[in-house]
């Protein structure tokens, strides 16, 4: 046996894995050296556009959706006031330009958060005359509704930025178990619920073709290209996007800026050279959790649970997990869900221990967010669209069916998560065994000891 050390909360565990055990951490690429000039080079060329500075002009009203303050603030701190400036440059009016927080149906983030992730320079200039706002996905005055595409996916997105004379997005490439990559961010960031869930529905989340990292065939990077399409067909012009290709802490490999898909093909270029990791499929997979994710604290039962259901998602040519494998997450989770935060959050996970299967709860998510005090949280107290946990447990569907077990080793609530089919053990010793039981003493076995507090990647399954 080897000794791995390993994410658990707040603090690490050392925990014995056989010796033939395979153990994966996110290493940094090289960064670049001078950001500033590569940002204004890919400004000034970018992919599949004129330059930003050929698109702006003066009286013309400019909208700019940025990532939430779930990521890293790195990125936006340095893109923005440049992408600003080169407006400003062109003649258009300081007046003239809103930045939407591209929060989607998560909570809406408080001023001095906002001040944090964009920095005093740009809070100071557009928070004081409401030119810096969230994006809410719920009130229809804020919202513009363009159609729906041939599959059927709502498209109705976010008012200002659709009216707009100029829409630019600012977002970050990395790995993720939605789409192989993230990107397109104005799809997602910026769409209303009903939008959201017509594209987040269970029968594209749990596809077989959606369960798997790879942006080229992924079932639901097609959708979100699909609706990014009709969207800008419909609104009569392209997105600028600017994406940052991303390491650790936001740490930027590349910039990259011009329209999509267009600019999609250097950012996933790039992005591959560093996202992904040899891996052989593991009839036990190990899982570091640590003690925040983005959507909050790992003491949230749902919220820890996504944290070992979500990576097994993530695999290029074979499933890293076989069929009947195992995977065990270290947390001390208390499984305890703060009501103010993710109102809806209890209610469906009951509702789910009443009911066979995921895909059942979908007939209650209309009724569950329609909830006028869910509603009233969401508007107004900074909680989670009463939406969300349908959305969470779909993607999760996925693992639960494929594993033969998922256990939760270390919580210190046992039952909140036999509520949502995992297994609880009182530390990892407790878990192996109970591995092992199932899938044998000579397991293959991967470890991802840091996969969320470092940087999400993709399990490459070649052999």
């Known amino acids: 046996m080897k000794q791995v050390e390993a994410d658990f909360g707040a603090r690490k565990v050392n925990i014995d894995v056989p010796d033939d055990s395979t153990v994966i951490e996110f290493e940094n690429p090289k960064f670049l050296a001078d950001p500033v000039t590569r940002i204004r080079q890919a400004l000034k060329n970018p992919v599949g556009s004129p330059p930003l500075a050929e698109l702006a002009r003066s009286g013309m009203t400019v909208a700019i959706g940025f990532d939430d303050p779930t990521r890293p603030p790195l990125p936006w701190q340095t893109i923005m006031p440049m992408v600003i400036d080169e407006l400003i440059g062109s003649g258009v009016r300081e007046k003239d330009i809103s930045l939407i927080c591209a929060n989607g149906a998560h909570r809406k983030w408080n001023p001095e958060e906002l001040k944090r992730f964009l920095g005093d320079h740009l809070y100071d200039r557009f928070w004081p005359g409401g030119q810096l706002v969230n994006h809410d996905c719920q009130d229809p005055n804020e919202l513009s509704y363009l159609g729906r595409t041939e599959r059927g996916a709502c498209v109705e997105h976010n008012r200002r930025f659709v009216e ?12 993720t178990y939605v789409g192989g990559y993230s990107g397109t961010g104005a799809v997602t960031g910026l769409a209303s619920a009903k939008s959201l869930a017509s594209h987040h529905a ?19 990077r097609g959708m979100k290209a699909e609706v990014h399409d009709f969207m800008e067909k419909t609104m009569g012009k392209r997105v600028f996007y600017v994406n940052s290709v991303v390491g650790v802490g936001g740490r930027m ?56 259901l979500n990576p097994p998602r993530i695999w290029l040519n074979k499933p890293v997990l076989v069929n009947g494998g195992v995977v065990i997450g270290l947390n001390p989770s208390k499984g305890q869900i703060d009501s103010t935060m993710y109102p809806s959050y209890q209610e469906v996970i009951d509702l789910y ?22 509603l009233d949280l969401y508007k107004n107290g900074s909680s989670y669209h009463p ?31 036999r509520k949502l089919g995992i297994t609880p053990a009182r530390d990892f010793d407790h878990a192996w065994k109970i591995a092992t039981k199932i899938n044998g003493d000579n397991p293959a076995t991967v470890v991802a000891p840091t996969f969320w507090t470092r940087r999400q990647f993709k399990f490459d399954v070649s052999g």
């Open 253 to 308: 490999a590349g910039v990259f800026a011009g329209y999509s898909p267009e600019v999609e093909t250097p950012c996933w270029e790039l992005a591959d050279t560093f996202n992904l990791y040899p891996s052989p499929q593991a009839d036990i997979m190990v899982v570091g959790l640590g003690n925040w994710f983005a959507y909050g604290e790992a003491d949230n039962t749902l919220i820890a649970a996504i944290g070992c």
């Open 164 to 175: 707009a004379d100029l829409s630019i997005y600012v977002g970050t490439v990395s790995a």
């Open 353 to 374: 221990d009443r009911h066979h299967d995921i895909s059942e709860l979908q007939q209650y998510e209309l009724e569950i967010s329609s909830r006028p005090r869910y």
């Open 202 to 220: 269970h029968r594209f989340w749990h596809s077989a073709e959606s369960t798997t990292g790879d942006h080229r065939t992924m079932m639901y």
């Open 387 to 417: 939406r969300h946990p349908f959305w969470l447990l779909y993607i999760g569907h996925y693992t639960l069916q494929r594993a033969s077990a998922v256990i939760m080793a270390g919580t210190e609530n046992p039952g909140a998560f």
